[in-house]
């Protein structure tokens, strides 16, 4: 395991999460911390600058989200389950969350949505048409997207199948989909654990050979008391399934487009340069990026050309 993972109160560390516009060097943080406090930051990937954003008071449900190819939007998918619409999913232009649409959603059932690849649709997890033409036909004529609805059954589910969906389009295989959730007692460390973990796999792009290493994220607990929702592990591993590199706990890891390794934990971001060779990992050392932990909510108001398309 990486240094970087120290053992200290990470329980009370800020918890980020990033998505990476799959056509462009650029991404988008969210960065949660109260609970219900989330922070949205643009990050350039090519220079690893961050312009921190607006924040949101509100429960948002990150793997639920995603940034279109060019970074340009991003759609979310956030609650509070007590004002007007309770919870809804909306699209806005990073780092701000000032919704240029909106779409009611009421429940925490669903929600979300993804960008097509052609750039120019939008499949929304929500129960289509009917509250859709109901709620949204005003906007209409403003979404400069088709909106399609994700699947036969849209609205239902909860981070998945948003987050699978989005994972494998970006170059994700699914390699091992896990056993089924086995709930445990009161007084555990986990809510549910797997016999079998899900396994997910994702080599660099092919940069005149064949690659020899893919990262992989393994999640077979949740609902940890006291702590993340979400528990998983990242690794770097070589042909025929050797461990080469253990990263440890994570709540976000993920290839950049340069083949680099990034993942979140304990409040910061970090990389791993690439290496041709798998065995050269072992004497890489990683490097800190940003540490996100000391900042404290603020009311920022946007500037006026966030509400336009």
């Excluded at 793997?63 to 919870?87: E, H, N, Q, T, V």
């Amino acid at each position: 395991m990486l240094e970087t993972h120290s053992t200290a109160d990470w329980k009370n560390t800020a918890r980020l999460y990033a998505l990476l516009a799959p056509a462009a060097r650029s991404a988008v943080v969210l960065r949660r911390g109260p609970s219900n406090h989330v922070r949205m930051i643009s990050w350039d990937l090519e220079r690893d600058q961050f312009t921190p954003g607006q924040w949101l008071k509100k429960r948002v449900y990150e793997r639920r989200c995603d940034l279109s190819r060019d970074g340009r939007y991003f759609i979310y998918f956030a609650a509070d389950y007590k004002s007007r619409f309770g919870s809804w999913t909306a699209i806005s232009k990073p780092p701000f969350f000032s919704a240029l649409c909106l779409w009611p959603k009421g429940d925490g059932w669903g929600g979300g949505g993804l960008f097509c690849d052609d750039g120019r649709t939008i499949y929304l997890n929500h129960g289509l048409p009917a509250d859709y033409e109901k709620n949204m036909a005003t906007q209409l004529a403003q979404i400069p997207m088709r909106v399609q609805p994700l699947h036969d059954y849209s609205g239902g589910g909860e981070d998945d199948p948003i987050r699978t969906y989005r994972m494998l389009r970006d170059g994700w295989t699914l390699a091992a989909k896990g056993s089924h959730s086995k709930m445990t007692g009161p007084g555990g460390p986990y809510g549910f654990v797997q016999k079998e973990p899900t396994i997910f796999d994702k080599r660099p792009q092919n940069k005149g050979g064949l690659p020899r290493w893919s990262l992989q994220l393994r999640s077979r607990y949740g609902h940890e008391r006291q702590g993340r929702w979400n528990v998983e592990e990242a690794g770097i591993f070589a042909a025929r399934g050797k461990l080469v590199l253990n990263i440890g706990r994570v709540d976000w890891s993920d290839l950049d487009h340069n083949g680099d390794i990034l993942w979140a934990w304990m409040g910061k971001l970090w990389r791993l340069e690439y290496r041709r060779n798998p065995l050269g990992f072992k004497l890489a050392q990683p490097r800190l990026l940003a540490d996100f932990n000391d900042m404290t909510f603020e009311n920022i108001a946007p500037p006026a050309d966030a509400g336009n398309w």
